[in-house]
């Protein structure tokens, strides 16, 4: 029989690795803008293909429908994000990023950009170009298993 090695187990070593940078990158903003790293997602998500309904950006940041309702709630309350009803199908609602989720989301954006930048300087342009093209195609693959389960 094999034995697991979790410390060389592919799917935690991505697991661990996203978990490093995203709290890394969440310590960015945390303090400054008193956002969760879901609230972030979600705000990065409207941010670039608004107008987008709950469930669209719960699949656009693959996260669950709990955890971004919670987040779009504390971003409505706070003022960060408005719904609108859809004029074509009154049961749909849209949401979108107000004027204040706007400039908080473009004061945001340049940090993360800079902090990728930071993160990348670990890996010469050959390396970085091959490294986003197997994640791209281990992405893909995992969503097909995923998807033929």
């Known amino acids: 029989m094999r034995t697991l090695e979790l410390e060389n187990f592919l799917p935690y070593r991505l697991s661990v690795l996203a ?6 990158l969440h310590d960015l903003y945390a303090g400054p803008f008193d956002l969760t790293v879901t609230q972030w997602r979600v705000m990065a998500a409207l941010g670039r293909f608004a107008p987008l309904t709950a469930s669209d950006v719960g699949q656009r940041i ?4 709990v955890a971004v309702s919670r987040a779009v709630a504390g971003l409505m309350k706070r003022g960060l994000v408005e719904r609108a009803t859809d004029h074509r199908d009154r049961r749909r609602a849209s949401l979108e990023l107000s004027a204040k989720g706007r400039a908080m989301h473009a004061r945001i954006v340049p940090l993360a950009l800079e902090y990728e930048q930071r993160l990348y300087e670990a890996l010469s342009t050959e390396e970085r170009h091959k490294f986003d093209g197997l994640s791209d195609r281990l992405f893909i693959h995992a969503q097909a298993l995923r998807q033929s389960r």
């Open 62 to 65: 693959v996260m669950d429908k």
């Open 19 to 24: 978990q490093v940078v995203s709290e890394s």
